[in-house]
Protein backbone atom coordinates (compact mmCIF):
# COMPACT_ATOMS: atom_id res chain seq x y z
CA UNK A 1 0.00 0.00 0.00
CA UNK A 2 2.95 2.52 1.06
CA UNK A 3 4.43 1.56 -2.19
CA UNK A 4 1.35 2.89 -4.46
CA UNK A 5 0.81 5.69 -2.46
CA UNK A 6 4.68 6.82 -3.15
CA UNK A 7 3.80 6.17 -6.68
CA UNK A 8 1.11 8.15 -6.82
CA UNK A 9 2.86 10.82 -5.32
CA UNK A 10 5.38 10.57 -7.74
CA UNK A 11 2.50 11.08 -10.59
CA UNK A 12 0.98 14.27 -8.76
CA UNK A 13 4.18 15.98 -8.46
CA UNK A 14 5.60 14.87 -11.75
CA UNK A 15 2.08 16.13 -12.82
CA UNK A 16 2.29 20.11 -11.13
CA UNK A 17 5.64 20.21 -11.90
CA UNK A 18 5.10 20.72 -15.73
CA UNK A 19 6.42 24.08 -16.73
CA UNK A 20 4.77 26.68 -18.79
CA UNK A 21 5.48 26.50 -22.47
CA UNK A 22 6.72 29.84 -24.25
CA UNK A 23 6.45 29.87 -27.95
CA UNK A 24 8.01 32.81 -30.06
CA UNK A 25 5.92 32.42 -33.58
CA UNK A 26 4.87 35.12 -36.36
CA UNK A 27 1.41 36.24 -36.91
CA UNK A 28 0.85 37.64 -40.16
CA UNK A 29 -1.28 41.07 -40.32
CA UNK A 30 -2.80 41.45 -43.59
CA UNK A 31 -3.61 45.21 -42.83
CA UNK A 32 0.53 45.89 -42.41
CA UNK A 33 1.48 43.14 -44.85
CA UNK A 34 4.08 41.59 -42.41
CA UNK A 35 4.83 39.01 -40.01
CA UNK A 36 4.87 40.21 -36.59
CA UNK A 37 6.95 38.39 -33.47
CA UNK A 38 4.86 37.45 -30.83
CA UNK A 39 5.42 35.53 -27.53
CA UNK A 40 3.27 33.11 -26.20
CA UNK A 41 2.97 31.55 -22.82
CA UNK A 42 0.66 28.88 -22.15
CA UNK A 43 0.23 26.89 -18.98
CA UNK A 44 1.94 23.49 -18.57
CA UNK A 45 -1.32 21.64 -18.20
CA UNK A 46 -2.40 23.18 -21.67
CA UNK A 47 -2.71 20.04 -23.34
CA UNK A 48 -5.44 19.05 -20.67
CA UNK A 49 -7.81 22.08 -20.91
CA UNK A 50 -10.56 22.14 -23.34
CA UNK A 51 -10.34 26.10 -23.70
CA UNK A 52 -8.93 28.91 -21.55
CA UNK A 53 -8.81 32.33 -21.18
CA UNK A 54 -6.30 34.82 -22.87
CA UNK A 55 -4.39 37.98 -21.44
CA UNK A 56 -2.77 40.37 -24.67
CA UNK A 57 0.67 41.95 -22.81
CA UNK A 58 1.65 45.03 -24.56
CA UNK A 59 5.05 46.64 -23.93
CA UNK A 60 6.57 49.45 -24.12
CA UNK A 61 8.00 52.27 -26.34
CA UNK A 62 11.52 50.93 -27.65
CA UNK A 63 11.18 47.39 -26.57
CA UNK A 64 9.63 44.65 -28.42
CA UNK A 65 7.93 41.30 -28.63
CA UNK A 66 10.61 39.61 -26.02
CA UNK A 67 10.63 42.27 -23.19
CA UNK A 68 7.89 40.89 -21.54
CA UNK A 69 9.42 37.32 -21.14
CA UNK A 70 12.79 38.15 -20.72
CA UNK A 71 12.43 41.52 -18.51
CA UNK A 72 9.39 39.52 -16.20
CA UNK A 73 10.65 35.60 -16.50
CA UNK A 74 7.70 35.49 -13.16
CA UNK A 75 5.19 35.08 -16.32
CA UNK A 76 5.90 31.95 -16.98
CA UNK A 77 4.39 31.10 -12.68
CA UNK A 78 1.57 33.08 -13.18
CA UNK A 79 0.34 31.41 -16.30
CA UNK A 80 0.72 28.11 -14.87
CA UNK A 81 -0.95 29.84 -11.42
CA UNK A 82 -4.04 31.14 -13.43
CA UNK A 83 -4.21 28.91 -16.39
CA UNK A 84 -4.04 31.32 -18.70
CA UNK A 85 -2.50 32.07 -21.51
CA UNK A 86 -0.62 35.22 -21.97
CA UNK A 87 0.15 36.51 -25.39
CA UNK A 88 3.01 39.50 -25.72
CA UNK A 89 3.26 40.66 -29.65
CA UNK A 90 5.75 43.21 -30.91
CA UNK A 91 3.72 46.75 -31.25
CA UNK A 92 6.39 47.99 -32.93
CA UNK A 93 9.44 50.55 -31.83
CA UNK A 94 7.22 53.46 -31.04
CA UNK A 95 3.60 52.58 -32.59
CA UNK A 96 1.18 53.80 -29.55
CA UNK A 97 -0.94 51.13 -30.70
CA UNK A 98 -2.89 53.45 -32.94
CA UNK A 99 -3.80 53.11 -36.53
CA UNK A 100 -1.57 56.00 -37.46
CA UNK A 101 -3.29 58.90 -39.41
CA UNK A 102 0.20 60.11 -40.43
CA UNK A 103 1.61 56.78 -41.51
CA UNK A 104 -0.54 54.38 -42.90
CA UNK A 105 1.96 51.57 -42.80
CA UNK A 106 1.48 51.43 -38.91
CA UNK A 107 -1.89 49.64 -38.34
CA UNK A 108 -0.83 48.12 -34.81
CA UNK A 109 -5.14 48.82 -33.65
CA UNK A 110 -6.22 46.91 -36.54
CA UNK A 111 -3.34 44.20 -35.87
CA UNK A 112 -3.91 43.75 -31.78
CA UNK A 113 -7.75 44.02 -31.40
CA UNK A 114 -8.83 42.07 -34.96
CA UNK A 115 -6.06 40.75 -36.73
CA UNK A 116 -3.92 38.73 -33.81
CA UNK A 117 -7.29 37.77 -32.01
CA UNK A 118 -8.33 36.09 -34.55
CA UNK A 119 -4.61 34.63 -35.21
CA UNK A 120 -4.22 33.71 -31.73
CA UNK A 121 -8.20 32.08 -31.72
CA UNK A 122 -7.72 29.65 -34.68
CA UNK A 123 -4.88 28.11 -33.62
CA UNK A 124 -5.30 27.81 -29.72
CA UNK A 125 -7.93 25.96 -27.37
CA UNK A 126 -8.85 29.70 -26.30
CA UNK A 127 -12.59 31.19 -25.07
CA UNK A 128 -13.58 33.26 -28.08
CA UNK A 129 -15.34 35.55 -26.09
CA UNK A 130 -14.81 38.89 -24.45
CA UNK A 131 -15.39 37.22 -21.17
CA UNK A 132 -12.23 35.33 -21.37
CA UNK A 133 -10.35 37.73 -23.08
CA UNK A 134 -8.18 40.78 -21.54
CA UNK A 135 -5.11 43.41 -22.86
CA UNK A 136 -2.81 45.22 -20.71
CA UNK A 137 0.78 46.72 -20.65
CA UNK A 138 2.66 48.98 -19.73
CA UNK A 139 4.10 52.45 -20.18
CA UNK A 140 3.19 52.99 -23.86
CA UNK A 141 1.54 49.58 -24.03
CA UNK A 142 -0.91 51.23 -20.48
CA UNK A 143 -2.10 53.44 -22.93
CA UNK A 144 -2.46 51.19 -25.42
CA UNK A 145 -4.56 48.41 -23.65
CA UNK A 146 -6.77 51.43 -22.43
CA UNK A 147 -7.68 52.61 -26.13
CA UNK A 148 -7.71 49.47 -27.59
CA UNK A 149 -10.12 47.72 -24.55
CA UNK A 150 -12.34 51.22 -24.96
CA UNK A 151 -12.61 51.19 -28.55
CA UNK A 152 -13.20 47.55 -28.73
CA UNK A 153 -15.10 46.41 -25.85
CA UNK A 154 -16.85 43.56 -27.86
CA UNK A 155 -13.42 42.25 -27.98
CA UNK A 156 -12.14 42.27 -24.42
CA UNK A 157 -13.75 42.31 -21.47
CA UNK A 158 -11.03 43.30 -18.88
CA UNK A 159 -8.25 46.17 -19.44
CA UNK A 160 -4.97 47.12 -16.93
CA UNK A 161 -2.77 49.76 -17.67
CA UNK A 162 1.21 50.09 -15.62
CA UNK A 163 2.61 53.07 -15.50
CA UNK A 164 0.37 54.16 -18.76
CA UNK A 165 0.88 57.06 -20.91
CA UNK A 166 -2.74 57.56 -20.39
CA UNK A 167 -2.70 61.43 -21.68
CA UNK A 168 -0.64 62.16 -24.47
CA UNK A 169 -1.44 65.60 -24.45
CA UNK A 170 1.20 67.05 -21.72
CA UNK A 171 4.15 65.23 -23.72
CA UNK A 172 3.76 66.38 -27.46
CA UNK A 173 7.92 66.28 -28.32
CA UNK A 174 8.27 62.32 -26.86
CA UNK A 175 8.25 59.03 -27.94
CA UNK A 176 8.16 59.70 -31.60
CA UNK A 177 4.20 60.49 -31.07
CA UNK A 178 4.32 63.23 -33.79
CA UNK A 179 6.11 60.49 -36.43
CA UNK A 180 2.13 58.64 -35.90
CA UNK A 181 -0.15 61.44 -35.25
CA UNK A 182 1.94 64.69 -36.65
CA UNK A 183 3.11 67.72 -34.76
CA UNK A 184 0.66 68.52 -32.12
CA UNK A 185 0.40 72.64 -32.82
CA UNK A 186 -0.24 71.45 -36.47
CA UNK A 187 -2.65 68.38 -36.11
CA UNK A 188 -4.51 69.42 -32.61
CA UNK A 189 -7.66 67.30 -33.43
CA UNK A 190 -5.94 64.50 -33.68
CA UNK A 191 -3.94 64.41 -30.69
CA UNK A 192 -7.02 64.76 -29.04
CA UNK A 193 -8.99 62.08 -30.33
CA UNK A 194 -6.06 59.91 -30.23
CA UNK A 195 -5.47 60.22 -26.41
CA UNK A 196 -6.93 57.72 -23.87
CA UNK A 197 -8.12 60.66 -21.31
CA UNK A 198 -10.87 61.79 -23.54
CA UNK A 199 -12.53 58.06 -24.91
CA UNK A 200 -14.06 57.96 -21.11
CA UNK A 201 -17.30 59.02 -23.04
CA UNK A 202 -17.23 55.51 -24.32
CA UNK A 203 -17.74 53.68 -20.90
CA UNK A 204 -20.44 53.08 -18.67
CA UNK A 205 -20.61 51.22 -15.46
CA UNK A 206 -20.77 48.06 -16.81
CA UNK A 207 -18.39 47.97 -19.90
CA UNK A 208 -15.28 47.23 -19.14
CA UNK A 209 -13.48 45.87 -15.44
CA UNK A 210 -10.45 48.12 -15.29
CA UNK A 211 -7.16 48.69 -13.24
CA UNK A 212 -4.85 50.90 -13.66
CA UNK A 213 -1.87 50.49 -11.72
CA UNK A 214 1.31 53.78 -11.32
CA UNK A 215 4.20 54.25 -9.49
CA UNK A 216 4.60 57.95 -7.33
CA UNK A 217 7.50 58.28 -8.60
CA UNK A 218 6.36 57.83 -12.05
CA UNK A 219 6.61 61.07 -14.73
CA UNK A 220 3.00 59.53 -15.75
CA UNK A 221 1.81 60.05 -11.97
CA UNK A 222 -0.24 62.87 -12.33
CA UNK A 223 -1.88 61.85 -15.67
CA UNK A 224 -3.27 58.57 -13.93
CA UNK A 225 -3.80 60.72 -10.88
CA UNK A 226 -6.32 62.79 -13.52
CA UNK A 227 -7.73 59.40 -15.13
CA UNK A 228 -8.53 57.98 -11.62
CA UNK A 229 -10.47 61.32 -10.84
CA UNK A 230 -12.43 61.46 -14.17
CA UNK A 231 -13.32 57.94 -13.71
CA UNK A 232 -15.20 58.31 -9.97
CA UNK A 233 -16.69 61.80 -11.38
CA UNK A 234 -18.58 59.60 -14.14
CA UNK A 235 -19.17 56.78 -11.39
CA UNK A 236 -16.53 54.48 -13.77
CA UNK A 237 -16.19 51.10 -11.38
CA UNK A 238 -12.12 50.63 -11.80
CA UNK A 239 -9.19 49.35 -9.49
CA UNK A 240 -6.68 52.09 -8.90
CA UNK A 241 -3.35 51.15 -7.30
CA UNK A 242 -0.43 53.63 -6.73
CA UNK A 243 2.64 52.64 -4.21
CA UNK A 244 6.13 54.17 -4.20
CA UNK A 245 8.33 53.28 -7.43
CA UNK A 246 8.82 54.66 -10.78
CA UNK A 247 9.16 53.95 -14.24
CA UNK A 248 11.16 50.93 -14.54
CA UNK A 249 11.20 47.01 -14.50
CA UNK A 250 11.56 46.51 -11.06
CA UNK A 251 8.20 48.51 -10.39
CA UNK A 252 6.47 46.43 -13.31
CA UNK A 253 7.78 43.06 -12.29
CA UNK A 254 5.79 43.64 -9.09
CA UNK A 255 2.98 45.17 -11.08
CA UNK A 256 2.05 42.49 -13.27
CA UNK A 257 1.48 40.26 -10.62
CA UNK A 258 -1.92 41.96 -9.23
CA UNK A 259 -2.55 42.69 -13.05
CA UNK A 260 -3.12 39.08 -13.55
CA UNK A 261 -4.59 38.45 -10.19
CA UNK A 262 -7.62 40.96 -10.85
CA UNK A 263 -7.58 39.20 -14.79
CA UNK A 264 -8.20 36.26 -12.81
CA UNK A 265 -10.77 37.24 -10.81
CA UNK A 266 -12.15 38.73 -13.91
CA UNK A 267 -12.57 35.46 -15.32
CA UNK A 268 -13.14 33.17 -13.29
CA UNK A 269 -16.12 35.70 -12.25
CA UNK A 270 -17.54 34.70 -15.69
Known amino acids: MKRILSIFALLLVGLFSRGAIVDTVDAYSPSMKKSIRTVIVRPGN ?6 LPVVYLLHGY ?10 APILTKLADQYGMMLVCPD ?21 ISSELVQWIDSRYKTIKDRKGRAVTGLSMGGHGALYLAMRHQDIYG ?3 SMSGGVDIR ?18 PARWEQHTVI ?4 LLNPKSLKLIIDCGTGDFFYDVNENLHRQLLYRNIPH ?16 AVKYQLLFMNDYFQGN
Do not use: C
Open 91 to 111: GGFSSWYWDSPADTSYKYETF
Open 170 to 187: PFPNNWEMTKRLGEYADQ
Open 239 to 254: EYVTRPGVHNWTYWQN
Open 46 to 51: YNDLKQ
Open 158 to 160: AAG
Open 62 to 71: SDNYSGWITK
Open 198 to 201: NMLH
